[in-house]
């Protein structure tokens, strides 16, 4: 398919601090734009100006969240060239959420080239500061044009690019965690394996519940028993317990993480023993209370890994290794980033270059 392309006219300023980048909050010159119905399959390729959709009030999206989305990020290393971070898997997974919400797949390599295309035409907008990245946000959504609920007729994918700030501007601060009881995020069955938008719509309560006692995000419990470990916020979640990695294994209301992945696949190629099991709450808490829990980190693409500092739960607050960044974190930090901004070797084929 040929990608048509309508140039940005009047292009926006780059923001010229990119110390105040933050996250999502500016976006580049361009996007891409795709349509798909059921008789012509996906059409209309484009790269156009970045600008506002105009969408017929019934769509699909607006009523029953018939969306999904990805996030990953371009970095720009040192000699100039800009990287995806295994961007193959990214597109693997929005296929895996395309099917679970009844919306069409993409062809995986077509995806990945029209991304290259749209990055290569907003390349000034890669910042070029330490920790600094492009964040991509590809996502779809379901616009039919009348109100049934049913199988969806006429979809749009979309890219946008948002240049983002470091992730740790501040340098990595173990942040403070509370164990979440009541609400859910996820349900086998449901839809906690899709990255599709309301998994984050109904997550929102819980975090600010969260946030107004001093926690920056909640651990979320299975959404039957209450009892087992799942995530971390909109990260996965893993610990160092006796001495061993471990992490909840994929149960169908996890979302399978890249990061993830990649660390599970860095620890094994390096010999280390890396767990992916049923974790209880019990287990977990018996672990701070006695000083086992040597480590926990949450992991994601905006992050890497985050270290948790405290664990709250029932009204008692856990500290861990002191509150301090544990050695496998921080190795697993300079191990990834190093990849990511071509610092360190890439013996997994991690990187893609767009070129
Ligand atoms: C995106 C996401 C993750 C992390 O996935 P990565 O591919 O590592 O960025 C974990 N949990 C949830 C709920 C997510 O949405």
Redesign the pocket.
Request: overall charge positive.
């Given at each position: 398919m040929d990608i048509q392309i309508i140039r940005n006219a009047s292009p926006a300023a780059k923001p010229a601090d990119e110390g105040k980048l933050g996250f999502g909050r500016i976006f580049t010159d361009h996007m891409f734009t795709m349509e798909w119905d059921r008789e012509k399959g996906w059409h209309d390729a484009k790269i156009e100006p970045f600008g506002n959709l105009s969408i017929h009030p019934a769509s699909t999206v607006l009523h029953y969240g018939s969306e999904i989305f990805e996030?990953m990020k371009a970095y720009r290393w040192a000699d100039g060239r800009i990287v995806l971070f295994r961007p193959q898997e990214n597109f693997a997974r929005m296929n895996r959420s395309a099917v679970r919400m009844g919306l069409p797949e993409l062809d995986p390599d077509f995806a990945l080239r029209s991304l290259k295309e749209l990055i290569k035409i907003d390349a000034d907008w890669v910042p070029h500061g330490v920790g600094t990245s492009l964040y991509i946000r590809p996502f779809m959504i379901g616009d039919d044009e009348h109100l049934g609920v049913h199988s969806v007729q006429h979809v749009r994918y979309l890219v946008i690019l948002s240049p983002s700030g470091s992730y740790y501007a501040a340098g990595i601060n173990p942040v403070d965690i509370m164990i979440e009881d009541a609400d859910v995020r996820a349900v086998r069955g449901g839809t906690g394996e899709a990255?599709c938008g309301g998994n984050y719509g109904a997550s929102v309560r819980a975090g600010e519940r969260a946030e107004q006692k001093g926690y920056a995000q909640v651990l979320w419990l299975d959404g039957v028993e209450r009892k087992y470990i799942e995530?971390v916020g909109?990260?996965?979640i893993m610990f160092k317990i006796k001495g061993k990695v471990c992490t909840p294994v994929l149960n169908g209301s996890i979302?399978p993480?890249?990061?993830?992945k990649s660390i599970l696949e860095l620890l094994r190629s390096e010999g280390v023993e890396a767990e992916e099991r049923r974790i209880s709450l019990a287990e977990l808490i018996d672990a701070a209370q006695d000083g086992t829990l040597e480590e926990a980190w949450g992991?994601?693409?905006a992050a890497v890994v985050s270290p948790v500092g405290h664990l709250a739960y029932e009204g008692k607050v856990y500290e861990i290794n002191g509150a301090k960044i544990g050695p496998v974190t921080q190795h697993l930090y300079d191990e990834l980033t190093g990849i990511q901004w071509g610092k360190r070797p890439d013996p997994f084929n991690w990187i893609v270059p767009v070129e």
């Open positions: 996030g990255k995530e909109s990260m996965n979302l993480g890249i990061t993830r992991c994601g693409t």
